[in-house]
């Protein structure tokens, strides 16, 4: 009895250590633009190259989309006030996998681009 107590305890104990992802890292850059300005392109480029938006509130810069094919792509944004521009934070996920943070890099260029401050 006792070692179908422990086998069962342990086959759990790795379910749920495969169950577990790595925390999601995010990638940031500061645009000289107003934050609405800013999370309107950024929503708007995020349809453009084919993310359904789910979630966005301007109210609280934050917006999250996905790519509706498979490994489904997600993108969590968030802009903030900062200085007399604003911040923008993004993570990615694929699947249930982070993706490492410098893999943004080509869209925060485009949002860059897209707001006409890129150098």
Known sequence: MMIRHWLLISLLSGLAGCA???????????????PEETFREAVELMVEQGYVVR????????????????????????????????????SALRGNQPLPPYVLDPWLVSLQSKLGVAP
């Open 20 to 34: 577990t992802t790595a925390p999601l890292e995010t990638r940031e850059l500061f645009y000289a633009t107003a």
């Open 55 to 90: 979630h966005a509130d301007i109210s609280l810069g934050r917006a999250e989309a996905s790519l509706a094919r498979w490994p489904e792509y997600r993108l969590q944004l968030q802009v903030s006030e900062e200085r007399s521009g604003s911040r923008v934070s993004v």
